[in-house]
């Protein structure tokens, strides 16, 4: 049975943080709120950098952090990522942006750092993933106002035939595959089942209609890893309950797919996926053949340390055909993770993202009797994170990196610093 919410989030729990957690706390959960305003949040980005850079000038709490086991994975995953980066700055002939954007990179890894040492107290964990929660609840009824309505509380009106809520760009659905497993699996302990229910139905039908079909890969992808957690360390196997959030989530797509036209057509252009001819494929695929395989070429050319980060952009037209429909316009990364490394940061890159899944393969089969929930959601938003088959944003762009290094410093923190007192297994 969940616990209830108001006997873990209390205004006297609340009051006994001090204000420098009160503040800590508040840029953590504004860096998630802001996303929607665009580049705003980079404000709180750049205090918890800041933070950040100061904590490890400390020797107390560089120390600290040393012998902190969930800093020390958030540093091995960051360098996975970032040494290949700045080795691909080696021979690019976009050195000065592809050196920059890759010093500028470092303002995620500080920020994780002082979100690491912040986390350590249970209770803030419980108030960061709260304020998370009800931010991404906000922003789903939102999106279904604009589905009822035509517009939502901003007044603002689907993009093409695609719900975006509260976005003014089609952003929603992939910060939702990021962070919706922690958050449905934190609703399920702490909020009554109706509403963990009502919950999960609701995030069903808006990534649905948001139409992202790389989203809806990561949903599946999220789906089947906790399925596979629940029946490894459930004592009784919870069958039923996959069957009904199976079924229901059937329903609630057949229901989307008779009452709106976006999301038929979406679903529509991806059958043509099993067609098998260039053209059908090249529609189920949003015109990225051609990208593919410029990217492929490119890959060819610069295999060791790729042509640099961010130098896929500069790069397209060199490489495209006559024929190619981005020949005049450009292409800005390859929508696809793994080509995107290879491209731009060489088999040095791809090593590094293979390293990492290595990484949680090994720490999933580890403790795969001990983790709690909570744990296992952690790993798994790491997992879909950097999941090298997704195919919408880039990568290595500032917006994913922005809630790519967000959702793993959480992830991170919640898989090894939870108290005894949190340890409720399933």
Known sequence: MSERIADNFSWSAILQLSKMELVGTSLVILSFALLPIGRVVEISTALMALSGLLLICKNQSRLELLNNQS???????????????????????????SAVFSFKYLRFFFAGLFIL????SPKIRNLVLLGISFTVTLWLLDSLLQWIMGVDLLGRSYIGTRLAGPFNHLTLPVILSLFLTLVLIFTKRYLPNYLFYSLFFLSVLILFLAGSRASWIALLLAGVLYSGYIFFSAAKKPILMFVLLTVGAIAVGTTGYVIDSGFKDRIDSASKLFAGDYESVNQATSLRLPIWEVAAKMAQDNPLNGVGVRGFRYQYQAYAGPNDPFKDTGAMHPHFFLLEVFVEAGVIGFLGLLTITVLLVRLA??????????????????????????????????????????????????????????????
């Open 71 to 97: 800093a020390q994975l958030f540093s091995v995953l960051f360098a996975l990522i970032w040494l290949p980066m700045l080795i691909s700055v080696i021979g690019t002939d976009t050195l000065k942006n």
């Open 117 to 120: 040492h912040l986390l350590k």
């Open 365 to 426: 089969w580890k403790n795969r009797h001990q983790w709690t929930p909570l744990q296992a959601g952690s790993a798994i938003t790491i997992a879909v994170t950097f999941f090298p088959f997704n195919t919408h944003v880039s990568l290595y762009g500032s917006f994913y990196s922005q809630i790519a290094w967000l959702a793993t410093a959480i992830a991170c923190a919640w898989l090894f610093e939870l108290q005894p007192s949190e340890r409720k297994k399933i």
